[in-house]
């Protein structure tokens, strides 16, 4: 076990939420959409990122969101709507955010279908397929005048 681990593990206990924090490990991302469908909460306390597939990953779960305002974040999580922003650095702000969403149950489970339903809208495949094909079909085009 890593000296971050042991100190996770210690924090954990510390604080007596055993029973609330599961610690996985290793899984392999076949499990991943039912181990991300199950959880409470999807925390990203990320210093700065401008892409995220766990992002993308978690939204499709359904799981509410709780996530660093970061641009690459900023730009799907809608605070209050999709999902639930940080300050950067803060882990109060996170702490008092992870809190909500236990306290909230209800309203945290209409964050996560918000957060779903937004990225079978983006995120699709055919929805995906089409909007590169409509960007090819608009550079042909224009290079054709």
């Known amino acids: 076990m890593g000296s971050y681990e042991q100190f996770v593990q210690s924090e954990i206990a510390r604080l007596g939420i055993r ?3 599961e610690i996985s490990g ?3 991302s076949d499990e991943l959409p039912l181990l991300m469908a199950n959880c ?3 925390a990203l306390p990320y210093a700065y990122t401008y892409q ?9 779960s359904g799981s509410a969101i709780v996530a660093s305002d970061v641009p690459g974040f900023r730009e799907f999580i809608a605070d209050g709507k999709t999902g639930l922003l940080t300050r950067v650095g803060d882990p109060g702000d996170l702490a008092s955010k992870l809190r909500w969403v236990y306290d909230n149950p209800g309203d945290a489970e209409g964050l996560g279908a918000n957060a779903r339903r937004l990225a079978e809208e983006r995120f699709d495949l055919s929805a995906t397929a089409r909007a590169h ?3 090819y079909r ?3 085009r224009a290079r054709n005048g």
């Open 133 to 135: 094909l409509n960007i």
């Open 26 to 28: 290793y899984v392999h």
């Open 138 to 140: 608009d550079a042909i």
């Open 52 to 60: 995220s597939l766990s992002l993308h990953k978690a939204m499709a």
């Open 40 to 42: 409470d909460a999807f």
């Open 19 to 21: 029973k609330c924090v």
